[in-house]
């Protein structure tokens, strides 16, 4: 690593021609900006420009234009074969031991990425055991744009399966991965950063349940191994719950895709009894997680002055947040924030989004009509009505789940404030029976207690429930 990689040999290109595969770009030119970046981090002479140490800590304004060129045109196909063949990837190892420009490294960390897109590139980067440790040392960087690109490395290698499980492998059998995914989330500002590393997080936890089991399990100190400047050695004692909280509520207002990210990796905790137990025997007994997924349900997601086709647009982020709640709710009836008198709005909520589904259903009726020759048509729509079924099984569970634990009290208080009358209770019933009779019937009890009129007209509506008075 410390070596430095021999220079790309060039005593072919006459005969074959200056362009790179079929594109305009010179052969020549990418030479030179390949042999001009290896005299940047080993200049023959000592460099003005360089820092006390020896390294250049800034790019002159010529070789970041280039070398920014190179990182554009690694998005072609031909290129990117071109640096490969070239031993672009030694020579961004020589950029990672030896350079101090936060610049230069980000930029060859990008250029790395862009190659990565192609298939047969990304087995060869992947495969490269002393590359692939030093990219995962990239996320103790203390540099966000440095961070940002790793990052989106990381995540081109995993969305490929033909080398998804070496990367897993080579991140579980690195401890400070943990540690440092962890700091960012719980420290970084920058959204386009927390939002890669989400879907970073993500990925590894959809594709390994082990690694999320080991993630769920540490937070005990550990060196986060060589030190990058500015990057602290010793990290603190990170929970993995706790962490992706803080990165959530970061992205919550300024990026709607990354906060559907944040919540499906809860979810993916909740598919553990592991996972659950993190959440809810944190130290203030999951108050915090509920706390916000409530308030982005009740005050920001499907809002009463929300066209209802808003569901269909946040149908995933939705199910999401719902599972957890309802996992948390299942488990957890016994602390304070789970209590009815506190969680009537929320039942409000679950009615209106299962009476926004209702309209959106009754629109991909009427649009699979229009598109029945049309395959491509057909698809969507039951794409959407999947998604819309798995949204629409999650809220009627925890719906089911709540409606069960109400009292007199607690009903009274929810026809007073509006969550509670004949629509929002027919709406319910609809949806629940005959899956959840047993909840309804018991509602339907307690209803009766609360208002006699609204539980006879109920009755007339659902003739099934008459049987039971």
Not at 363 to 375: F, I, P, T
Request: charge should be negative; proline fraction near 5%.
């Amino acid at each position: 690593m410390d070596r430095n990689p021999s220079p790309p040999c060039s005593d072919a290109e006459e005969e074959e021609g200056d362009a790179v595969g079929n594109t305009v770009y010179s052969k020549h030119w990418l030479f030179s900006v390949l042999t001009r970046l290896i005299e940047v981090i080993a200049p023959a002479e000592p460099d003005p420009g360089a820092s006390p140490e020896g390294a250049r800590t800034e790019l002159d304004e010529e070789m970041e234009n280039d070398i920014c060129k190179v990182w554009d045109m690694s998005m072609d196909e031909d290129v990117a074969l071109f640096l490969q063949e070239f031993n672009a990837p030694d020579i961004f190892m020589g950029v990672f031991a030896k350079s101090k420009c936060p610049r230069l490294t980000e930029i060859c960390v990008g250029i790395l990425g862009n190659m990565a897109c192609f298939q047969d590139i990304c087995m060869s980067i992947s495969k490269d055991e002393n590359l692939g440790q030093v990219l995962l040392q990239r996320l103790c960087d203390s540099d966000s744009p440095t961070l940002l690109e790793t990052s989106r490395l990381l995540l081109t290698c995993l969305s490929q399966p033909e080398v998804a499980n070496v990367w897993v492998e080579r991140i579980r059998e690195n401890p400070s991965v943990y540690d440092c995914v962890c700091f960012i989330m719980s420290s970084s500002t920058n959204v386009e950063l927390l939002v890669k590393v989400g879907e970073v997080v993500d990925k590894l936890f959809d594709l390994d349940e082990e690694l999320m089991l080991n993630w769920i399990k540490s937070g005990t100190c550990r060196s986060v191994g060589p030190s990058v400047d500015d990057s602290p050695e010793e990290l603190p004692d990170f929970k993995i719950v706790p962490c992706i909280l803080e990165a959530a509520k970061q992205v919550r207002s300024d990026n709607p895709e990354g906060l559907d990210v944040y919540m499906h990796i809860l979810q993916l905790l909740t598919t553990v009894d592991e996972g659950i137990q993190a959440i809810v025997q944190a130290p203030d007994g999951g108050k915090e997680t509920w706390s916000l997924l409530y308030e982005l349900v009740c005050q920001e997601l499907c809002q009463p002055d929300d066209p209802p086709i808003i569901v269909q647009e946040q149908k995933t982020v939705l199910a999401s947040i719902l599972s957890v709640l309802s996992a948390m709710f299942a488990s957890q009836t016994e602390q304070e924030y789970t209590r009815m008198t506190k969680n009537m709005p929320l039942i409000g909520s679950l009615i209106r989004i299962l009476q926004y589904m209702e309209g959106c259903g009754k629109r991909a009726v009427e649009n699979s009509k229009e598109s029945e020759q049309e395959e491509t048509g057909r698809t969507d729509v039951n794409e959407e009505d999947f998604h819309l079924k798995i949204l629409k099984d999650i809220c009627c569970e925890l719906l089911s789940n709540m409606l069960q634990e109400l009292n007199k009290e607690n009903t009274l208080e929810g026809l007073h404030q509006g969550h509670l009358n004949e629509q929002t209770c027919s709406c319910a019933f609809q949806n629940l029976l005959p899956l959840y009779s047993a909840s309804v019937e018991s509602f339907l009890e307690v209803l009766r207690e609360a208002d006699q009129t609204l539980a006879d007209n109920l009755e007339k509506r659902f003739p099934s429930l008459k049987v039971h008075t």
